[in-house]
């Protein structure tokens, strides 16, 4: 069970495991949630304009956090972690997709809209 290593520190995830990246991913994703936090209380993007940046910061969140967090790339040992996270996203995306579309399905067929004729008691 020694998987061809004898001191389990020279495996190759554990040498990508550095302070230093650890901290670097969390000082970039904490920017980034500063900086949307203060546009979102500054209000000083309008609100189409606000989501798009959201969105972005969360992207770029996210991407720092699998790169430098989970130490996910396209290297030759961790090609298995690479696959299942290829595999995950879009599996994730359908799950938010569907989500998202049930909860407003939902609203829409059990709120009572202002002004719908039969709906006034």
Same mark, same amino acid.
Request: aromatic content about 12%; proline content about 6%.
């Given at each position: 069970?020694s998987?061809?290593?004898?001191?389990?520190?020279l495996?190759? %995830?554990v040498?990508?495991?550095t302070p230093r990246? =650890?901290?670097?991913?969390?000082?970039i994703s904490?920017?980034?949630m500063l900086?949307?936090t &203060?546009? $979102?209380t500054s209000h000083? $993007?309008?609100?189409?304009?606000?989501?798009?940046?959201?969105?972005?910061c969360?992207?770029?969140?996210?991407?720092?956090?699998?790169y430098f967090l989970l130490?996910?790339?396209i290297? %030759?040992?961790?090609?298995w972690?690479?696959?299942a996270l290829v595999l &995950?996203?879009p599996?994730?995306l359908?799950?938010?997709?569907?989500? !998202? !579309?049930?909860f407003?399905q939902? =609203?829409?067929?059990t709120m009572?809209m202002p002004?719908?004729?039969g709906?006034m008691h």
């Open positions: 069970m998987h061809g290593h004898d001191d389990p520190t495996h190759p %995830e040498q990508m495991s990246g =650890y901290f670097l991913g969390f000082a904490s920017i980034l900086v949307a &203060f546009l $979102v000083a $993007v309008p609100p189409f304009g606000l989501l798009m940046v959201i969105s972005a969360a992207g770029i969140a996210i991407m720092a956090q699998i130490h996910i790339d290297s %030759e040992h961790n090609i972690n690479t696959v &995950f996203i599996l994730f359908i799950t938010i997709g569907l989500t !998202w !579309w049930m407003s939902l =609203y829409l067929h009572i002004g719908m004729p709906m």
